[in-house]
């Protein structure tokens, strides 16, 4: 099976995450199919441009709070899907 390595965000909450945090998201190899992103305690909004951006780039978001978001991660990778995840603790 191929993997993804571990990589951090350097973002210390969501309002951090921007085009430049996602960027390296899009340069793993293998290319990632879905990038579940873990808001920490809540579901936060994050700017429709750099959703719509990681799209056209071929991979999807998913944003949740942090502990659905490593039941999701977990879930994908069971499933051999390429996945990666960017979580902010809690």
């Not at 936060?44 to 999701?72: F, W, Y």
Request: proline letters at 8%; hydrophobic letters at 40%.
């Amino acid at each position: 099976p191929r993997s993804v390595p571990l990589v951090s965000l350097q973002v210390g909450s969501y309002r951090d995450i921007s085009h430049e945090s996602l960027s390296l998201f899009r340069l793993l190899e293998p290319q990632i199919e879905i990038l579940v992103l873990g808001t920490g305690d809540r579901v936060e909004r994050l700017h429709p441009a750099m959703l719509k951006h990681m799209r056209e780039s071929g991979i999807a978001v998913e944003v949740q709070d942090t502990p659905n978001a490593c039941a999701t991660f977990n879930f994908l990778t069971s499933e051999k899907r390429v996945a990666a995840a960017g979580l902010i603790p809690p």
